[in-house]
């Protein structure tokens, strides 16, 4: 199966089908492509906890409004933003630059000095949105792995911020929950799975010039 | 090549082999992968313009901080956001979803009302942002679907917003250009190849629960 037709498959699951589990070696590949996503600057402004047992899922499920994807998918997946990109967070990431590519801190001080002016130019709530726009990055990455995996996905951003927050031991301060994403397989009777995909036509989307 | 491999393989190009042009149809499965993005809600509030001629991309050069991706890809995609979505654009929607998938208007009032429901939840910025997200789901697609291609890319973020829209006539009034991404083929010379991935290790960037 190539690409195309993998992404031609995706929909957006409502009901997994709960005795299906998606096996380890395979989630992990998944979790991989999510790593491996491009960030702004390389910084990686998230992280993820990964909900896979029933026990958490149960916990989730009234936090979400439309809760027959956390209540029977086999992995759910919490992309977590950092609100601010702190010099603290900028120097571990210099530090792990300089050890992984064996390049000195002053070899690197050009790049280091774009950085720290470019964090200049944001507010706070822009340098958030632009952390968050990272993060879909990532979402699309697992959703793209997913889908050639045979993996079926439900993102979700209807969430209770806070609730979730709590139940994630998440400090507000400092960090947002963004989007989520169910992973499992499809139910068989997820009536949605035989809808036609909905995309604008070409000559709407594309202009070529 | 799996698409581990393939994501493994994908750096941020600084600089393109100017003479290696990207085949129309590979191109074509590229955009199709965009084209297949998920956006919340089907929304799809984004389109793209696609700048083929070197005419073109001479014009936009001086708008970007780093002009070396523009001078030499084979192909510049601009994603350009939808800064607000109204009443026609979801009426529009509606008559399309009603056409594809031979569904009554009638019978999609539910999914309707919900949508016009969330779309008074937002403020005009708030709207902005969540559709700029979206954006980025569409970037993340063409960027892994180029990596699986064997096709080179830079996602791009600095460039002069107001310029750029006035070279590509965009309406700033109704519409934003969110991002960019030059695609082609690594110049053999780009040294930035060469350099070892940098990511988080995964105990900083997962949490199994």
């Not at 929909?11 to 005795?19: G, I, N, T």
């Not at 951003?157 to 992973?183: H, Q, R, W, Y």
């Amino acid at each position: 199966m190539n690409y195309v037709e993998a992404l031609q498959k995706r929909y957006s699951v409502k009901k997994f089908d709960k005795d299906k589990k998606i096996p380890a070696e395979i989630l992990n590949d998944i979790l991989e492509a999510g790593k491996l996503s491009a960030s702004s600057l390389g910084l990686q402004p998230y992280r993820m906890i990964v909900v896979e047992s029933d026990e958490m899922k149960e916990k989730l499920i009234p936090t979400f409004y439309n809760p027959s994807q956390i209540s029977t998918c086999s992995h759910l997946v919490v992309i977590i933003t950092k609100k601010k990109i702190d010099e603290t967070y900028i120097g571990n990431y210099f530090n792990h630059i300089s050890e992984t590519r064996e390049i000195s801190l002053e070899n690197l001080q050009p790049f280091k000095k774009s950085i720290d002016f470019y964090m200049t130019l944001n507010s706070d709530e822009e340098m958030l949105h632009w952390n968050e726009k990272q993060g879909y990055l990532v979402l699309a990455n697992l959703m793209f792995a997913a889908a050639l995996e045979k993996v079926d996905t439900c993102p979700m951003e209807g969430f209770k911020p806070e609730e979730i927050s709590e139940i994630l031991e998440i400090d507000n301060e400092t960090e947002k929950v963004t989007v989520t994403l169910a992973l499992g397989y499809r139910a068989e009777d997820d009536i949605f799975q035989n809808f036609k995909k909905v995309r604008k036509p070409n000559e709407r989307l594309f202009k070529f010039i």
